[in-house]
Nanobody, 115 residues
Framework: QVQLVESGGGLVQPGGSLRLSCAAS????????MGWYRQAPGKQREHVAS???????NYADSVKGRFTISRDNAKNTAYLQMNSLKPEDTAVYYC?????????WGQGTQVTVSS
């Protein structure tokens, strides 16, 4: 089992920045990749960014150049640095961890971009 707890969401003005954190606990050694998804009201959950143990990163086209995913293995924590935020980035952001047998999800953190 892997437990994930997100933090760092909030209200920010357009053009602003936020950094989300995802603290992982439990069977950390089984995790092969971590990532972030988001879900806006009335829309399906979508992939935002992910990173593998080998260091490969992948981003949605809509966030390339603005968002950066990183991991601190010593702290068992993943981060999503979000810059140049837009109103369309408003959503609940979910951290996810992938093992060979299962995908785990955090409870989500709300990000609202509004003036």
């Amino acid at each position: 089992q892997v437990q994930l707890v997100e933090s760092g969401g909030g209200l920010v003005q357009p053009g602003g920045s936020l950094r989300l954190s995802c603290a992982a606990s439990g069977n950390i050694l089984s995790v092969v990749a971590m990532g972030w998804y988001r879900q806006a009201p009335g829309k399906q959950r979508e992939h935002v960014a992910s990173t593998t143990d080998g260091g490969t990163t992948n981003y949605a086209d809509s966030v390339k150049g603005r968002f950066t995913i990183s991991r601190d293995n010593a702290k068992n924590t993943a981060y999503l640095q979000m810059n140049s935020l837009k109103p369309e980035d408003t959503a609940v952001y979910y951290c996810t961890a992938l093992t060979l047998g299962r995908q785990y999800w955090g409870q989500g953190t709300q990000v609202t971009v509004s003036s």
